[in-house]
């Protein structure tokens, strides 16, 4: 999936002024991006991924199980 990122429409001392904002993951079947929901018991990372023809940089969503145990009810 390919993450569409955009400009942060607020100015802050604490955020860069190149940072980036997720807007949503592109979908061929969509016309505009897709809103990503994260699932609990998972963790998130965005990789960056440059094409190797174009250079372009694309961003990748990887998730995984969580390493932490939750509070189950005994």
Do not use: C
Request: no cysteine.
């Amino acid at each position: 999936m390919e993450i569409v990122t955009a400009p942060i429409p607020a100015q802050s001392p604490f955020i860069p002024t190149d940072a980036k904002i997720v807007v949503g993951a592109v979908a061929p079947a969509s016309p505009g991006p897709i809103p990503v929901v994260l699932l609990p018991g998972f963790e998130y990372r965005l990789r960056e991924w440059r094409n190797p023809e174009t250079h372009e940089i694309h961003w990748l969503l990887e998730r995984r199980k969580s390493a932490q145990q939750g509070d189950d009810d005994e």
